[in-house]
């Protein structure tokens, strides 16, 4: 069959028509960087080929080699067969203009900040070079923490993740955006390890984009999410066990004007719930509303306190 399918299919335009069609057929979740089947196949096809993302249209009806066939096939099929996200199968991410390595050790990097942060965090940071100290919790692929050091050149960044495997996948994004003197990687469950000697570690802004999806979603997630470390996503029955840390350590590590943003995507109402007396700030981004909550070291300090312990809902 894959012999009939590569003598067949001759140009890029045959092969993302073929693409579509399948994708479709086999009724693929794009959620990891493209949101439609043309646009993943676009993705897949010229990476095989080596060509550029941003220049389709002089390629369209280029005629393939037999080798050049062939790979397409092999990683069109992979997409269609194993359900794993094309990241992980080119270990390529995007955010926006900044390109980061991604595999199965670290969920595939997808936050509202990564919008946010092309702004400075306007209007709540006034001005970017004024932030001298930055936290970015669960770090992950190290994604957010090389956004934050380009947008606040004069930070000291600490990237903080519990899973050893993610931070070497971190490392290595870190290395290709020389940001190793910028960017300190850390191994920490939370809050756990930022403190030494010297006290504990204070920042100007903490983010977060935590484990947030409820026991109950991940019953019925998309099998492409299922190849994504369970460790990055499920955060106990409501989504917010994390969260729930974040928010009973964070004063401790904040200035005093130091502000705490915590991504919970579509869990908004979840938080309310859980702490309906907690004045939240939702920060909208642009292609999403309240995905961020944002809360002031006072605003900790009066619903959490400092060193306060863990909390429940309400």
Request: glycine share 4%; net charge negative.
């Amino acid at each position: 069959m894959s012999s009939h399918i590569t003598d067949e299919l001759i140009t890029v335009r045959d092969w993302l028509r073929w693409a579509v069609s399948h994708f479709e057929k086999a009724g693929l979740f794009y959620g990891h960087g493209c949101d439609n089947a043309w646009d993943e196949a676009v993705w897949l096809v010229l990476h095989a080929l080596h060509l550029p993302l941003d220049r389709l249209e002089p390629f369209l009806d280029a005629r393939l080699t037999t080798a050049e066939r062939k790979t397409v096939l092999t990683l069109l099929q992979s997409r269609i067969e194993k359900r794993l996200p094309a990241a992980y199968l080119i270990n390529e991410a995007w955010l926006g203009e900044y390109k980061f390595y991604v595999d199965e050790r670290v969920i595939v990097p997808r936050s509202y900040f990564a919008e946010l942060l092309q702004d400075g965090l306007a209007p709540w940071v006034e001005d970017p070079t004024t932030v001298s100290a930055a936290l970015d919790l669960c770090t992950g692929s190290g994604c957010l923490a090389i956004l934050m050091a380009n947008t606040f050149p004069n930070a000291s960044i600490d990237a903080v993740d519990l899973s050893p495997d993610a931070l070497t996948v971190a490392e290595r994004n870190v290395s290709n955006y020389d940001l190793e003197t910028q960017i300190e990687l850390i191994e920490s469950d939370v809050f756990s390890a930022l403190e030494d000697e010297h006290g504990k570690r204070i920042y100007d802004l903490i983010i977060s984009n935590p484990p947030y999806v409820t026991e109950e979603a991940m019953t019925v997630i998309p099998d492409e999410y299922r190849h994504e470390p369970p460790i990055s996503l499920v955060s106990g029955a409501d989504g917010l066990d994390v969260v729930r840390r974040i928010l009973a350590g964070a004063a401790d590590h904040l200035t005093d004007d130091g502000l705490l943003m915590v991504e919970v995507g579509h869990n908004a109402d979840l938080v309310e719930d859980a702490w309906p007396h907690v004045p939240f700030t939702w920060v909208d981004a642009p292609s999403g509303e309240a995905k961020i909550f944002m809360l002031t070291r006072q605003d900790l300090l009066d619903h959490f306190g400092p060193t306060a312990p863990t909390v429940t809902s309400d």
